[in-house]
């Protein structure tokens, strides 16, 4: 009789353990992003505009991110994601401009860096053919906007290396039985003068654990402390794979 309730003790950890692991679940992917620039970037009185003297058009860039969702109801779960956002190009300032007190005039390159990590909490509120996921971002800025003159050699160089909190959602709408979706994404915040918002709209296609998607992102960043201002817009279709098991 012992050995027939230890065999049952045993089958029902095992099949206990069994639907623990359907509920433990990871994602990951990668997207290639086609960015463009538009906006202005200050440091002191003059705005310096980065189309049309820094020469900002177009550039592309990759976001990869990582995901782990786990049965434990009070924990969230987790989600960290990087998004390069970097441009160098050679422009032309007409009008002399002072940037970062380094006065600006003629040709001159310069590099600005947005690139990011985000680190994301989250609940999984709705788990069905609508997915809903609510939490809190926080955004590591690790770049700068920096600016040299050819002539002369002199630069100036303002950090954007401040994390910030972000409110977080992630909606996605299956279809049923076809193995289409559509998804939506958003990080927000506004405190004062400064604000910044970034949003991702993509469709996709699943089948298995892989997925296929495309769509659009588009990020604002308006930043102001003291006399450094940043005013840019960055957005463009993205193409990308993911991996959900």
Do not use: C
């Amino acid at each position: 009789m012992n050995k027939k309730l230890m065999a049952l003790a045993i089958a029902a950890v095992a099949a206990s353990a069994g639907s623990q692991a359907d509920i433990i679940g990871a994602s990951a992917g990668v997207y290639h992003w086609k960015q463009s620039w538009d906006g202005d970037v200050q440091s002191g009185n003059d705005k310096i505009d980065v189309n049309d003297d820094l020469g900002y058009d177009e550039d592309s860039g990759t976001s990869y991110y990582v995901a782990l969702e786990h049965p434990l109801p009070l924990l969230p779960n987790i989600r960290l994601q990087r998004t390069e956002l970097e441009i160098s190009e050679r422009g032309t300032i007409t009008t002399p401009v002072i940037y970062d007190g380094t006065a600006l005039a003629g040709d001159v390159d310069s590099t600005t860096d947005l690139t990011h990590t985000d680190v994301t909490l989250y609940y999984e509120l709705l788990d069905n053919w609508v997915n809903l996921d609510l939490g809190l971002s926080v955004r590591v800025f690790d770049g700068e906007a920096r600016i040299k003159s050819v002539a002369t050699s002199e630069e100036g160089s303002v950090d954007i290396d401040t994390p910030v909190p972000m409110l977080y959602a992630n909606a996605r709408f299956d279809l049923p039985f076809t193995g289409l979706y559509a998804q939506g994404i958003g990080n927000i915040i506004s405190v004062g003068d400064s604000a910044i918002t970034d949003f991702t709209v993509g469709l996709g296609y699943e089948v298995a654990v892989l997925s296929l998607e495309a769509g659009y992102r588009t990020f604002d960043i308006s930043l102001e402390d003291d006399e450094d201002e940043a005013n840019l817009t960055v957005d463009g279709f993205y193409i990308g794979i993911n991996l959900d098991i």
